[in-house]
């Protein structure tokens, strides 16, 4: 198992800046891909940020040049840093592992960004 635990989302204006963090638990060793998702009421979660356990990053082609995805080994935890946010951003971010062939999933974290 791999408790994730988010924190950082809140409400922003549009232009603003918010920094997400997740920190896993359990059987770390094992973690190989993090990742963050959102999702907005009554969609598909769609992929933010990936980065993998030797660092290579990937990101969806609308937060490219925005967002920031990093990961701290020692301290197991993932970071989003998203910068000139949008309303369009507005949505619920999940983190997300991947450990001995098994996703686990954090609780979601809310990040609004108002007009």
């Known amino acids: 198992q791999v408790p994730l635990v988010e924190s950082g989302g809140g409400l922003v204006q549009a232009g603003g800046s918010l920094r997400l963090s997740c920190a896993a638990s359990?059987?770390?060793?094992?973690?190989?891909?993090m990742g963050w998702y959102r999702q907005a009421p009554g969609k598909q979660r769609e992929l933010v940020a990936v980065?993998?356990?030797?660092?290579?990053?990937g990101y969806a082609d609308s937060v490219k040049r925005r967002f920031t995805i990093s990961r701290d080994g020692a301290k197991n935890t993932v970071y989003l840093q998203m910068n000139s946010l949008k309303p369009e951003d507005t949505d619920v971010y999940y983190c997300?592992?991947?450990?001995?062939?098994?996703?686990?999933w954090g609780q979601g974290t809310q990040v609004t960004v108002s007009s």
């Open positions: 359990g059987s770390i060793s094992s973690i190989t891909d």
């Open positions: 997300y592992a991947e450990a001995g062939h098994q996703g686990y």
């Open positions: 980065i993998t356990n030797s660092g290579a990053t």
